[in-house]
Every structure is written in C-alpha cells, then in structure tokens.
C-alpha cells in the first residue's frame, strides 16, 4: 500500500526587499563575508531594510587615535560606531572594530576571533538601528539581543561566554 505524498510546507519566510550594501576592509575574504552576513542579519532583524554601512578592521594603534579623535579617549576599544544618517528610514554609518582586542578577547573566552569581530559589529549595528546600552537595563538588553542575533548566525552566545 503506497502512502500519501508527504506535503511541503509553505516556508514560514517571508521575501524581503531590501537595499543594505555594506564593505568590509582590512581583514580577508572569509571574515569580511561572515561580518557582512552579521551586520545585513542584524539591520533586516531591527527592520533597518535600507543602509549603506561601510566595516573596518583596525589595529589598537588605529583604534586608539580614532577613539581619541571622535570620542575623547586614549584607549584602545573594541568597537566605534558613527551614524551620518540625516534619514530616519535610513542607515548610514560607519563601524570600526579592532581586531586585536578581538585577538584577546578571544582568547580569553576560549572562541574564534571571527566571532568576536561578529560581536563588535552585530553590537555596532544595533547602536546605529537606534539601540543604547548606556544604563544598566537596556546593557542587558542590548548584549542579550546581540547573543540572539550571534545564534541565529551560527555563532552561538558569544558576549555570554565571557
């Protein structure tokens, strides 16, 4: 006795139309495809579905003058975000993420560095599509959304492995 074709089901996916173009620079094909994925994943998860976001990858020395220059500190950081947006409905912005302090973060949480660069841009994509984490409850909010994002990646919880 033959059964009944199995049915598909209809993909629960919806298309969606966006305009994001995003460029990668000074890290190699493979980790600038996997940061380009984390940061067009976060803007169509935040419903951001039109941005132009430029992504680069510095040293701490190239980190440690562009953090003094925009944001009046001498330190080293993971990540700078910049927003030029003028558009609401829009995204325009820059990301600087340093790689070596990606490099220690890494290895002190036991990851792939690409992970954490994915860390530093989900985290700077969400501070353009409007997320803060300034006090206290919206930090908690804003590294859990980031681990959700990471894990819907394939990267799993990675601010949570600290």
Known sequence: M???PRRRRASRRVATRTNIRISVSGCGDRTATLLRRAARHTL??????RASMEIAVVDDRAMRI???RWKDSSASTDVLSFDLSDDPA????????CDETARREARRRGIPIDSELALYVVHGSLHLAGHDDRRPGDF?????????????????????SA
């Open 90 to 97: 829009r995204i325009e912005g820059i990301l600087i993420v």
């Open 140 to 160: 908690k909010r804003m590294h859990r959304r980031e681990d959700e994002l990471l894990g819907e990646l394939g990267l799993g919880a990675v601010f949570a």
């Open 44 to 49: 169509v998860s935040e419903g951001k579905l």
């Open 66 to 68: 562009a953090h003094r």
């Open 2 to 4: 033959k059964s009944a």
